[in-house]
Structures are given as structure tokens and as C-alpha cells.
């Protein structure tokens, strides 16, 4: 059974600090990785990472995967109170039709950005 | 273009009984997957609907079923509610095609059994 964890579990810390969310899986067949953020609302979309090695950056937050020792992180530098949040890692497994694959989620680290 | 929208967004059942949920995927998205979060376990795959078939299914027990209509919109259907029900049913469309991993996510149903 595919398997994604995250750690660590929850985090605090202040506004302009940099924080390191960690992601490993275990995956039959793995195809990509998706990072979401949740408020208080729907996850959105953040980043899919599909390359080992390859740094993708969005503003402040950036992530990075290696499919060799199976995890991936997610960077987010001075960090503001917006950025409190759950961090969702996803995996999806290859698939051998066209179709789309479920996602396996972690649990999700939950940020606290105080000001 | 309108994002995934459910309905209802919060719905209060006693056990026994039965609910219904609905979601409209973006026009033009043919997928759609049904996940269950709940603080413990966090956010786990239902099933996935496209093209009016169900194409993925996780380990949940048969009183959770789902289908989907020729407009792509889809709807879940829990039996004989139970309180370990209550949780945050939040649905998520993508175009369905070969490489759409990307799935964009509705603000969820709230369910609370009592």
C-alpha cells in the first residue's frame, strides 16, 4: 500500500523565519509528487514535482524532490502570518492507461506563523 | 472560469441515516475525485469519477458509492450514516486527460452525524 508521511506534524514559528516541511513515500511505481496548502477552505494547488534534483520555486516558497532517497521538501524563507496553513503532500503512482490515478495524501504539517 | 463548487457546505444527519452530496467540477474538467479528511486520518481518496465511470476507488465500505453525470457533475452517497462519518468531504476535478495530475479542489461538505 502506497504510503506518504510528513513530518513534522506541526510547527510554530515567527514571522521572518524559515521553515523546512518534509515529505517521504513509499510508492509502487511513482510518478509525481503535489504539494497543496489548506486554510480554512479548499487545498490549493502549490507545486508538482516529477524530476529528481529539479528546484521548483514560486516567490518565497520553493521545493524539491529526490526520487533516490524518496522525499521531498518543501521551503518556505521569511515566513508572514498568511503563511499559516496545512502543508499536504500528495503522491500520484504511474498509471497504464490514460486515465488519472488517486492521490495518496500525508496527514499534512500544520504551520503556525506568529507575528 | 468558476472553480469546483459543493453543495451542501455544511449538513447535520443523525446515524442510521443517509446523505447526499453533490459537486460541480470546472466546465470543461471530465474528473472527478471524492476524498474524506478527518483529523486523524487526514485526507484520504473515496473514488474517481470520469466520463460517467468509476475509474479508481479506495478502501472505503460499500455504504459509500458515488456517480456522475453526462455534464461531468457527480454526487456522493453515504448509507446508514455512522458517527465515524463526520468529516470534511471535499471533492477535486482535473481535465482527466493522459498528464492532469493537477486536481483542483471544491470547499468541501461538512458533515457532522449525530
Known amino acids: 500500500e502506497d504510503k506518504v508521511v510528513q513530518s513534522p506534524l506541526s510547527l510554530v514559528v515567527h514571522e521572518g523565519d524559515t521553515v523546512t516541511l518534509n515529505c517521504s513515500y513509499e510508492v509502487t511505481n511513482f510518478r509525481s509528487l503535489l504539494w497543496y496548502k489548506q486554510e480554512k477552505k479548499a487545498p490549493t494547488f502549490l507545486f508538482m514535482l516529477t524530476s529528481s534534483g529539479i528546484e521548483k520555486k514560486s516567490g518565497r516558497l520553493s521545493s524539491i524532490l529526490d526520487k533516490k532517497e524518496l522525499f521531498s521538501i518543501l521551503n518556505i524563507t521569511a515566513t508572514q502570518t498568511g503563511d499559516s496553513a496545512i502543508y499536504l503532500c500528495?503522491?500520484?503512482?504511474?498509471?497504464?492507461?490514460?486515465?488519472?490515478?488517486?492521490?495518496?495524501f500525508g496527514k499534512g504539517i500544520t504551520l503556525s506563523v506568529r507575528p | 472560469k468558476a472553480g469546483v463548487t459543493q453543495t451542501p457546505r455544511y449538513l447535520i444527519k443523525t446515524r442510521g441515516q443517509q446523505v447526499t452530496l453533490s459537486c460541480s467540477p470546472i466546465?470543461?474538467?471530465?474528473?472527478v475525485s471524492w476524498y474524506q479528511q478527518t483529523p486523524g486520518q487526514g485526507l484520504q481518496f473515496l473514488f474517481e469519477y470520469f466520463s460517467e465511470t468509476q475509474r479508481n476507488k479506495g478502501n472505503f465500505p460499500g455504504r459509500f458509492s458515488g456517480r456522475q453525470f453526462s455534464n461531468s457533475r457527480s454526487e456522493m452517497n453515504v448509507s446508514t450514516l455512522e458517527l465515524g462519518d463526520s468529516a470534511l468531504y471535499l471533492c477535486a476535478s482535473s481535465p482527466g486527460g493522459a498528464y492532469s495530475y493537477e486536481q483542483y479542489f471544491g470547499p468541501g461538505t461538512r458533515l457532522t452525524v449525530t
Open positions: 500528495a503522491v500520484v503512482p504511474s498509471r497504464d492507461t490514460g486515465a488519472n490515478s488517486k492521490l495518496t
Open positions: 466546465s470543461g474538467h471530465r474528473s
